[in-house]
């Protein structure tokens, strides 16, 4: 029990793994791009920015490329810090069994 | 859960992350263009080098290159370069606009830095062994450092670059076996494999 509570609930859906993993090689990315990486719709990823938005695990920045609104997403420190530990719990759990 | 999602989800970041590094938007067209410039120019050349001589195995040693001469072919090698790049900034420019992405950015720069690392060092030994009238190992130099540089930088991007690059590599040592015909193997290498890779590339990538 002491191992799953260290895997993080904020982490436990495939989107969110995926948007963290992008923001943890890349500096920033952009809806288009996490909408591509990723394969899927709009608003399943738009909820799922939300809820790690929400957790501060990533940051959100608005901006204007050529007229048209961007935002750019980046990963936090503290969103860094829990994607860190929650792989380490992952393969932690992998090699136990 | 169980242990085998577990797997999956780190084997799927994992693929994520290298998939989110690469720069995307390399265009097969521009691979096509370069090839038609590097073919134009190497016909060019071609006409002032062997205007007096004919290409022989042995020709390289006797061969005479009037100083005029060798400026023009650096003048046609620098076009063909300019033309090849504008041709990959703009292809490239225009397929990062379709997809909404940006042209210079991480991955794009990443990509940039490791392809100039093989090829800036490759330009200056090349025109090292210019200055010192030594130009049979041109040819051959050219395509195996632009080779060495498209394997470096298919580590950023996608398709075909790192088979491309090793194409290169090999035709360069081929053409400094057969010393002399280093022009035709030149124009193989950056005009037929270019504009073969270029269209793999644009019909495997780019049509869509």
Redesign the interface.
């Known amino acids: 029990m002491s191992i799953l509570s260290k895997l993080n609930k904020a982490f436990d859906h495939?989107v969110r793994?995926?948007i963290m993993?992008?923001l943890?090689?890349?500096?920033?990315?952009?809806f288009?791009?996490l909408k591509?990486?990723?394969e899927v719709t709009d608003g399943n990823l738009a909820s799922h920015i939300k809820a790690l938005e929400k957790v501060d695990y990533i940051k959100v920045e608005k901006q204007f490329?050529a007229r048209k609104p961007n935002t750019q997403y980046s990963a936090t420190k503290l969103g860094q810090e829990a994607f860190k530990k929650h792989?380490d719990a992952?393969?932690h759990?992998?090699n136990?069994? | 859960m169980e242990s085998k999602d577990y797997l999956k989800d780190l084997s799927e970041i994992k693929d994520i992350m290298h998939k989110s590094t690469r720069f995307m938007s390399l265009s097969g067209l521009s691979g096509i263009l370069a090839g038609i410039f590097s073919l134009i120019g190497a016909w060019r050349v071609h006409d002032i080098i062997y205007a007096t001589e004919t290409p022989s195995k042995d020709a390289y040693k006797s061969i005479v290159i009037y100083e005029l001469e060798m400026l023009q072919i650096v003048a046609i090698a620098i076009i063909v370069i300019i033309l090849s790049m504008l041709a990959g900034i703009y292809f490239s420019w225009r397929k990062a606009r379709k997809h909404n992405e940006k042209l210079w950015d991480a991955a794009s720069k990443r990509l940039l830095i490791n392809f100039l690392i093989p090829l800036v060092t490759g330009g200056f030994f090349i025109l090292f062994l210019i200055e010192k009238e030594i130009y049979a190992f041109v040819a051959p130099l050219t395509l195996v450092f632009y080779g060495l540089a498209c394997v470096n930088a298919s580590k950023y991007t996608l398709g075909y670059t790192r088979y491309l690059g090793i194409t290169m590599i090999i035709i360069g040592l081929l053409s400094v076996y057969y010393l002399g015909y280093g022009l035709y193997f030149w124009a193989f290498g950056f005009g037929v494999c270019h504009i073969v890779y270029g269209l793999l590339m644009y019909f495997k990538f780019d049509k869509s």
Not at chain 1, 24 to 30: I, L, T
Request: aromatic share 4%; hydrophobic share 50%; proline share 0%.
């Open positions: 495939r793994l995926g993993s992008v943890m090689v890349n500096e920033y990315a952009d288009r791009t591509d990486l990723l490329i792989i992952l393969e759990l992998i136990k069994h």
